[in-house]
Each structure stands twice: as C-alpha cells, then as structure tokens.
C-alpha cells in the first residue's frame, strides 16, 4: 500500500523525536492549549507547509491508512534508538509520521506540530493505491462533465486525420478512447485550476464554477462491467481547498470524520451562543445559564467558573446585569429554580437535571425565540442519519465543524476546491473504531501518549496557577496607628504588612476565610478594604462587599493593596475614608518664627498633610495664624512660574477644589506681618519667591581657573549640553575639557549627585532653576549604562562613596567584582545589597547571575558591599546572640555589627544602655554567638539546636532548645517573641537581615497565642528605682482590657487590685505611661467593640514589655521615672538641640553662598517630607 513513500536519504535524517528523552515543544512557561470543544487536533504551520498539513490531516483522517501504519512494527521499521548504528536500517519516515497520528489521536493539544516529520522526510512519494486523475476546469462545468469528455467520449481519426496502423503499416480510420481498467480503494482527483494565458503571458487561477458530487458513480468511465454496481460508487471525504491566487495563497482542507472522533454537535450550541451574544439585551437568566451548561461536558461546570463562563458569553458579569433583580448566583439563584440547576454537596459544582437536558430543545424557549437548537433538522445529505460522519474544517491549528451544504462554496471564486479525494462507499468500518482513538494504536504509542497528557497537565496546572495568581500586600489594622492624617506601621513593615499569593478566581469570601487563618485569632468583624500609599502615608479608600464575587470581579488587581481591620477604628481612632478625604502632603512656605513667637524675615518651607476635601483656611489654622493670605503656585509659558492668592470669599473651598495636590506649593502671609511683608507693594507682587532664571556652575575639575563659580542663564527648556558648553567658555577652561566633562548636580550638602545627560532639558533631568551644578571631569553615562555610589560596609560616613559607571546588562557578579577591584579589596566572601529608602542596608542582590536593569537597579541608586556570602535560595544566615536579663559585668560595647566574629570570645556586646532606668530590660545584655546557616524549611527547634553547636555556646553551657526562648533583635534590643517551636523559618517572615537572640529559662514554658509576656518591676519606695525584672504571662483570651492586666499583676504579687498602679516603659523615650483603671462608656452598637484594647493606641502593648508597678501601701508618688530616665531626656534634649543648631548653621551657610551668587532663590527644602515619612514608618 505505501510502496516507496518511505524511503529516504538517511544522510539527511533529523535526530529530534518525540520518544524518549523527548521535551514537547512548547514555549517554556506556557504549555500548548488543550483540544477545544470539537476534541480533535490542528498541525501548527512552519511557514508555507499548509498544503502539507492538508494532506497529512486527509491521510489522517482515512482510517485504512492509519490503522496500516500503525501496523508497522520495528521488525519493518526498526527502532529510533539504533539509527545511529552503522548497520542498522531505520525507517524514521514512518516512525515519525506514527508519533504524529498518535499525537493527533491522543495528545490533548490544540495543534501538533510536524517538525519532526520534515526534518526526516526524503520528500520521495510514490502512492499506488491512490488513483491519482488530473481533471481539467477551464470550460468545464465539473466532475463529472470532465471525467465524461475524459473516459466516454470517442476521438474519431478520418479524411485528412487518418490513423496509422502499425500491424497494417497503412492510414486507416480509428475511434480513440481512454477507460479506467481497474479501481482503487482511494480516488485522489487535481483540479488544474492554474493555467497560463498566451496572450497577456501570464499565469492566473481558474475561479469559475467547478461543481463536484458528494457522491459519484464511476462505472460509465471503467472497462470492467462485470462488477456489483456498489463496487463502483465513491464517497467524497476530503477536499483540499486554496484561497488566493496563482502566486501565492492559503491551503484549508474540509475533511469527513469517518470513525467519529470528532465532538460536532457542541457546534450547533457554540453557533446559537453566537446568536446569545449578539443580542442587545439578554433579559432572562434562566436561558443565559442553560445555554452556558449545554457547551459543556456532562453538562457539568465548577461553580468557581460558571460566573467567568456567563461573563465570557453575555460581555457582562452576573452581578451588574442580574443580581440586584435576581439576587446572588449561588446563594438564591440556583436555590430557587433547584428544578433546573443541580448544586453538589458541597456546592463546588453545578449542571443541569438529567431531564432538562433531554429536553433542551422544549425547554430553551425565550420570548418566542429559540436560542440554541439541538439538531432537530438536519439539510438532506448524509446529516439525516445522526450516526453517518460530520464534516471539519482543519485549518492548519484551527478546527470548526461544518455542514455538508458549506462544501458548495467552495465550487468557485478565490477560495475554492483543489484537490478531492473519494473513498469507496463499501468501506465500512468496524464498530469498536467509532469515537475510538486508541483503536489500532501500538501500546508504546498509547504509553508515550498517556505519558505525554499526564505532563501537559501538570504543566498547564502549574501555568494556570501562575497566570491567575496575584500578590496582595495585607496591612494589618493592629499593628498601624493614625497619625498626621494618615495610617502609619507602628513597627517595622515586617509585622504590619504581609504578602499573599492569592487565585483571582477564588472569591472574596475565599480571601476574608484564608486571612482569618493567617491570622488564627483575630476576634470581632473583620473587613477588607483597598488601601494604596501615598505621599502622606497609607489611606483607605473603599470597602469589598460581596464574598461570592470572584477577585477579578471585584476589581482586585496584582500588587493591590489590602487593610485588614474592623472597619471603623483603629487604635481606638476612627478613620476617614474614600477619595474625597485623601490625605495630600503640601509644601507649606511661610515666614520664620523665633522662640518669643515672633516673625522674622525668612521664608521657611514646611511640609503639611490635609484631607482633599477640607477648607483650604485650615492652612492658616495649622500655622497658628489668625488671619492672612493664601497663594498657590502656578506655572506659565517658557518656564516663567508665579502666585497667585486665594480670593478671601474662596477660603471656604476644598483643597481639591483648587486644583491642589501632592506636591503642590502654597505660600501663607501673615495678615499682620511688617515691613518684610511679602503682600502686594504698588499693585505687584514682590518676586522673592519667585523661581530663579539661572543656575550655578562650580568649577571641580581640580584646575585653577580666574573664577571658581559663574551664573548661567537658563529656563526649564535649556538643553543641559549648552549649559555646560557656557559653562566651560564663562570659567575660561581649555577646549579640551569638552569631551570629557560632565554637569553633577550638588545637594544642600554639597554631595555630587549623579550626572545628568547631555541631551535632557532640565526639565527632563529634574534640575531646578536656581540650584548648583558641578562641572566635573569624566563623561556622563549613556542611556544604556549606570552611574552607581557604592560604599564598604553598611555604616556609611558622608562623603565616603565611591563612585563607578557599568551597562545595565551586567551581572550582579560582574558589578561586584569591579566595585571590589575599585575599592582595592581582594575577591573574597563578599555580597551586594542596596541602600534602602532610609539610607541603611536593604535586603540583598541573591540573584548573582541577573542583570542590574532586571533587579531595577538605577542611575544613582547605592550599594554597599557587605562582607560575608549569602547563603544560597532557600537558606538564612542568622546571626545568634546570647541575651542575658541580667548579665555578670564586664566589657559592654553597642551592637553595629551582628555579621562580623567578635576580635574576642569572651567580648559582651549589648544594646546601648545610656539613661536606661535601673535593672530595666534595656539593661540586659547580648552575647554574639556566632552564625547560622539554616534552611527556611527548618523549625525554630533545628534553629535553637543549631546555635546550641556554636563554639561559644558550648562554653556558656546553653540548655537544651526546650529552656530556650527565641526573639528577634530590632533596634539593639529583643522585639519579637517567637513562639510555636515546630513552625518552620518561612512562616516567620524573618526576612534575610534577621537577627536572633536566645534567652535562657528556668523552667519549660508553653504559651498559648493569646498569652503575651511582660517583664514586670516593683518600684522600691523611696529610691526612685526598681527591683529585678519578674517574667508574667498574660492570657488575654477574655480581653486585654487595663482591668484585666491590674487584677493578673496583683494576683501575681498577692495585693489588693484597688492598692497598685501600673505603667508601660519606653526605653526610647525614657518615658512611663500609666495604664489606668478607667472603663470606656460605650453605646448600644458598640457592646460587642473592645474597650480599652491596651495592645491598640496609645500602649502597644506586647511580648517583651516592661510593666512598672507601685505598692500604693508603701508608695504614693505619682512618679514613675528614675534617675536614669531624667539623665536619659538630658541627652536626648541636647541631641535635638544640637540637631537644630547644625541645621541653622547650615542654612546660614548656604545662605551666603547664595547671596555672593546674586538673588537669594525661592528656600526648597526637598528633603524635608522625606525626614516626617522616615519618622512615622520607622
């Protein structure tokens, strides 16, 4: 049957297939699709190989083909791990074209491809049981007209066209005559539609009527007579059809599935679907999820999807087009009509009753109109019997059903039949081949297959989870406090703000129940709202109602921003939410206060936070100013800027109202002001705040020109190359600095910052008018490298960066070892991390091998060079201490650096203790250990056994994990109690800077999750000081209330609740702050609200605290504080004061410079709403 189709040049022969060892090619994160609703499968085209895909797809689809194929056996065709044998004789054709129809068959995707095919092909074809006919189109009205001239009609040689006999060797006449002797199984007939006109000299496709039966009836055109007339008759099952022209087109093909593998009655619902989605108002529900169902298998869909589904067909979604009439989908729509829908058990799926769908015909009824018919007529043909074969069309990935009446259009025109093929009508097929594809497949195949679908599977799961997973950023309610208009961490962004990976598919209620056990203990309501961070902080916007919606419905996108608390206070404040009352940071410009209140001559620039829909006069109130003017900044043409002053009648007005926003200026006049005042003098207005039209070039290119500095005339407009340019002419420099300079801007500490490019306006390169430039030696970076500070170690001294330009396509290795030949340091056991926003050492650069632009490194950006590797993926290198409450004396030094060994091993390090008060906490001391490498899967018992190995460990004779307990060290101190000995590492979001001190206990302890450690002190009357620290657990299970803490302290020390006072330490502030007795009076709605939470505002109460008591037997001052604690305010007072005089000494300074350089500019003070943002996150 396939005579010398397989043979092949074996020189050319690929050694890609798909058996062993062999990856399916498919993108690497995302897999091919799976088979849509007709369950068979395209052949993806390589470019120009449609033709070839038609015919594979045909000899696919001819069941007698395949099934001899597959007979094939490796005593025929060898086996493709021996092709690399010398003496072994592979037949890869066949083996190649198996794999594909098995694909084809069995593989559950989209389309397959033939890559493999044609790499081996020796394109040699010889198809003996195939007649091929070649029929001619033009002046032909079809088949059988052609085949009719071709095989009945007589040639006639007389008079002048005599036929020479050669048996005779004279002219005779004769009759001519051509018939089909014997006929095949398959008829292939090739329509000669291209043709070439001798006239115009030209090639052209034939495009006229060319019609073809679906059946035919060969016996007029065979020699043979004697046969059974069912011998000769031939069913149409593929046509090869091409669009376009003769030189250059498109090849399809239409293709009768034979065994029925194909799904073509879910076309009939698809097509009606079609007429669903084109109505402009679908009103009925009922219909729109009956029609959903019925394109599905079994009728069956899970309920997470139905909504995507309803969504994907309609254009809306459930909830805007349904639910406010219809009510929720789950919950009472398919309560209610129970008779049609059929809810699981655990209602995780839906489909319709076994009845419905028997009669969907009956039941899909809308306003007179049928929506999706179920075959009840059929055109005449083949399709009056529901068991004969349904026609497709394959083109190439894409796969349609059609219907036998499509073929006729494809008689005539640009897209039209090419090729036929015919089968005999006595080929019947046995019945277990029908909707079979694994009939007749080799069980290597069927393996290879089944194999092959369990990974594609696996694949899509884990592509699917990756497309439709987002992060969310949680915001715990607890752990922020209102403050300056907007919420604040009241820690570190560890505990405040968590990250969770969530399926957007899922439903809100699948988010809320998913956070309640993240948190494991939350009590009272919880509720969700979108927050997003601004300038001033983090505000909340709206509320998430509806737990069926889906998170894609909601609105929720990647990266979303998520508060978690009770909806109406938090800290015991309640919070303003919603886009109206945005919080908007402003600069507020006004003149300088002395200590005596009042006014000197000097404009200062503060920051300020309002709500967006406040009066504009609350500036006035913020500032203490009884009455003045208001004036807002605005910009006009050519970089020219101006104020403008709020109309007295507009005081009244928003903020948003004006136009105002983050960022914006506003410049406050004191009504009462004297002669400096900055009111309008003569009907103008005084320009001292006014933007400058120049900037300021310093020479620092170590030469020693006449002048060290000039003033360059410039507008937000001027390219940054003509500055320098001037620049360079005005100081009087050699030529030849041209080429390698470059303009810096300066801060106000006079630090370079980085280059600006030559081709930027200022505008562009954000340079204010009025500021200073350094011109400096060395070429700007181009806009594919970096210009970096970097920096050794993580205490960084001002003025002690190094600097270095690379390309943004370097590796984080390749950067460090250039920064480390630089800095003159040898190779070693080094790492990079970025300075973070609060200039200290941000997490590290883990990913050695990725670019500087894929980890958003940027010009000007820092990094510090950090002694010591990183442990690899998955692994934490924590640093232990030994904490001692109350340490032995010896040499006590402040903990700056937990990563590096102690010079020697019986060197205490402890956190700073000046002006801690008396055998406080803060006096305990910390022992450096050592480092551990550990994985992030290990528990908190493999930790503490890990640091019990460490060398100095075994010297202090550390007890077993048992009698260890574990905190984390923030701010030179214990902060975080870990508790749960069998949890991993990971779930305690240590973060890679981690740092663990362990404390020594007495006993075993096991604390719950409500119990929270205190460290309490009895006040020693009469000498302003405190006895040792007595460790006590606080179930707070019934409440944290102040009453509840008054009566477990006094239980604990066996004294009348009503004869003690309480009070939390500070240790920061060196303050104590009285937790009183008092009860908050609360209202009907608010019974079930806690009272005076003392983990909220103002206590923060947690593990670790200090409680100060007092016997009010034997102590009755109200004072609380110590010695230590008037000491420790001294030096913090003087601290701030010296603070204070640095930064006037400053701006005298920079005062001066200004003054010798012309017009005193408009005060900017850039970074002074980053110091207020730094203060209230840290």
């Known amino acids: ?437 694994r009939y007749r497949v080799p069980c290597h195949l069927l393996k290879e297959m089944d194999a092959a679908n369990v990974e594609l599977q696996r694949k899509r799961t884990e592509c699917d989870s990756a497309n439709n997973n987002i992060e969310l950023h949680l915001h715990m309610g607890p752990h922020y406090h209102f403050f300056n208009g907007a919420l604040h961490p009241v820690s570190g962004p560890m505990e405040s703000m968590w990250g969770l990976t969530f399926d957007k598919r899922k439903t809100l209620g699948d988010l809320q129940q998913s956070i309640f056990q993240l948190l494991e203990f939350w009590e009272g309501d919880m509720v969700l709202s979108v927050a997003k961070r601004v300038p001033a902080g983090l505000h909340v916007y709206q509320a998430l109602h509806g737990n069926e919606l889906t998170l894609c419905e909601v609105g929720i996108a990647d990266g979303e921003d998520i508060f978690v608390w009770n909806g109406v206070e938090v800290g015991g404040v309640q919070i303003p939410t919603g886009v109206d009352c945005e919080p908007l940071l402003l600069h507020v410009l006004h003149l300088e206060t002395d200590g005596d209140g009042r006014r000197r001559g000097q404009v200062v620039e503060s920051p300020h936070v309002f709500p967006a829909n406040a009066e504009v006069g609350a500036v006035l109130t913020s500032l203490a100013i009884p009455a003045g003017v208001i004036l807002t900044h605005s910009a006009r043409s050519a970089g020219e800027e101006s104020w403008t002053p709020i109309p007295r ?243 006590w030094e402040s903990e700056d650096r937990p990563h590096s060994t102690p010079a020697q091993s019986s060197c205490w390090r402890a956190a700073s203790t000046q002006g801690v008060p008396g055998h406080v906490p803060a006096e305990a001391s910390l022992l450096y250990l050592g480092d551990v490498d550990i994985s992030e899967d290990a528990t908190l018992v493999d930790l503490k056994s890990q640091a019990r190995a460490l060398p100095l460990a075994s010297e202090l004779a550390v007890p077993g994990p048992a009698l260890l307990r574990a905190w984390t060290v923030e701010d030179k101190r214990p902060s975080r109690l870990l508790r749960a000995e069998q949890r991993q590492l990971k779930e305690y979001k240590l973060g890679r800077r981690a740092t663990i001190c362990l404390e020594p206990l007495q006993r075993e302890e096991h604390l719950g999750p409500q119990d929270v450690l205190l460290r309490t002190q009895m006040r020693i009357p009469g000498q302003r000081t405190y006895s040792l620290a007595v460790d006590l657990v606080w179930d707070t299970t019934h409440g944290s209330t102040a009453g509840a803490l008054r009566q477990r302290v006094a239980d604990s020390y066996a004294l009348p609740v009503e004869e003690i006072e309480i009070a939390k330490y500070f240790p920061e502030k060196f303050e104590w702050l009285p937790i009183s007795s008092w009860n908050q009076q609360v209202t009907k709605k608010k019974k079930k609200k806690k009272q005076d939470n003392l983990q909220g505002a103002p206590y923060y109460l947690k593990d670790g605290d200090t409680i100060g008591i007092k016997n009010l037997l034997l102590d009755d001052d109200e004072d609380f504080s110590t010695i230590r604690d008037d000491i420790g305010k001294e030096k913090l007072k003087q601290l701030a004061l010296g603070k204070r005089h640095s930064r006037e000494a400053l701006r005298a300074q920079n005062g001066d410079v200004l003054s010798s350089a012309g017009p005193r500019a408009r005060p900017r003070g850039p970074e002074a709403s980053l110091s207020i943002h730094v203060g209230s996150f840290r």
Not at 134 to 161: H, I, P, Q, R
Not at 727 to 733: N, Q, S, T
């Open 1 to 437: 049957m396939f005579g010398d189709l397989f043979e092949e040049d074996y020189s050319s022969v690929s050694n890609n297939q798909y058996g062993k060892g062999k990856k399916l090619k498919a993108k690497p994160l995302e897999p091919p699709a799976p088979r849509e609703f007709t369950n068979l499968s395209g052949i993806r085209n390589q470019g120009g190989t449609c033709y070839l895909n038609s015919l594979l797809q045909t000899l696919h689809f001819t069941p007698e083909f395949r099934e001899a194929l597959f007979s094939l056996g490796p005593e025929e065709l060898g086996s493709l791990e021996d092709k690399d044998k010398p003496d072994a004789k592979v037949r890869i054709i066949p083996l190649q074209l198996q794999r594909l129809f098995a694909q084809l068959l069995l593989l559950d995707q989209s389309a397959a491809s033939t890559a493999d095919l044609t790499d081996s092909f020796g394109w040699t074809s010889n198809e003996e049981d195939f007649l091929d006919l070649t029929v001619a189109v033009k002046n032909v009205s079809g088949l059988e007209d052609a085949l009719w001239n071709m095989y009945v009609e007589e040639e006639v040689f007389d008079c002048d066209n005599l036929y020479h006999c050669g048996t005779c060797d004279r002219l005779v006449k004769a009759a001519k005559s051509a018939k089909l002797r014997k006929l095949p199984p398959f008829l292939t007939v090739s329509l000669l539609r291209f043709n070439f006109d001798f006239v115009k000299c030209e090639r052209y496709k034939e495009t006229s009527c060319y019609t073809f039966p679906l059946r035919i009836n060969l016996k007029p055109f065979c020699e043979q007579s004697e046969l059974n007339d069912l011998d000769y008759v031939y069913d149409l099952f593929s046509v090869i059809i091409h669009k376009g022209g003769c030189y250059g087109g498109h090849y399809h093909v239409y293709i009768k599935d034979v065994d029925h593998l194909g799904n073509w009655q879910f076309h009939e619902a698809d097509r009606n679907l079609k007429t669903l989605e084109n109505e402009e108002d679908v009103d009925d529900p009922l219909t729109a999820l009956k029609a959903v169902l019925l394109q599905e298998e079994n009728n069956l869909i899970p309920m997470d999807q139905l909504g995507q589904k309803l969504l994907k067909k309609i254009g809306i979604s459930w909830n805007k087009k349904y639910r406010k009439q219809h009510g929720p989908l789950r919950k009472v729509f398919l309560q209610l009509h129970s008779q049609t829908f059929l809810l699981s058990s655990d209602e995780g799926t839906v489909s319709l009753q076994k009845k419905l769908s028997a009669q969907a015909e009956s039941d899909f009824q809308s306003n007179g109109q049928q929506i999706l018919q179920m075959l009840a007529s059929k055109p005449p043909g083949s399709e009056d019997n529901a068991t004969c074969p349904h026609w497709f069309d394959i083109n190439d990935s894409r796969v349609q059903p059609i219907k036998e009446k499509d073929i006729e259009q494809q008689f005539q025109g640009k897209e039209s039949a090419y090729m036929l093929f015919y089968r005999k009508s006595q080929l019947q097929r046995p019945p277990e081949a029908r909707a079979n594809p």
């Open 649 to 891: 009648e507009s005081m009244q007005r928003t903020f948003r109202e004006h136009g105002l926003r983050d960022g914006s200026s506003l410049l406050v006049q004191d009504a009462y002001s004297d002669d400096n005042s900055l009111l309008p003098q003569g009907g103008k207005w005084i320009t001292g705040v006014s933007e400058s039209d120049w900037l300021e070039v310093r020479n620092l290119c170590q030469l020693e020109p006449e002048e060290k500095q000039v003033k360059i005339s410039a507008t937000v407009n001027t390219v940054v190359f003509d500055i320098r340019i001037k620049a360079i002419e005005e100081l009087k420099l050699m030529k030849e600095i041209v080429e390698n300079s470059c303009l810096r801007p300066l801060d106000r500490n006079g630090k370079l910052l980085r280059p600006v490019p030559d081709s930027s306006t200022l505008e562009e390169a954000e340079v204010k008018l009025g500021s200073s430039l350094g011109l400096c030696l060395g070429k700007a970076p181009t806009s594919s490298q970096l210009f970096l500070f970097f920096a050794l170690g993580s205490d960084i001294q001002p003025g002690t960066e190094m600097e270095v330009i690379v390309e943004e396509t370097l590796s984080v290795r390749d950067c460090l070892k250039i920064m480390l030949e630089k800095s003159g340091l040898p190779r070693g056991a080094w790492h990079l991390r970025k300075m973070d926003w609060c200039y200290e050492a941000g997490e590290p650069l883990c990913e050695e091998d990725a670019t500087l632009k894929e980890l958003m490194i940027c010009s000007g950006d820092t990094l510090l060079l950090i002694e010591g590797e990183l442990p690899p993926p998955g692994f934490l290198k924590v640093p232990i201490w030994w904490h001692q409450p109350q340490g032995p004396p010896g040499r």
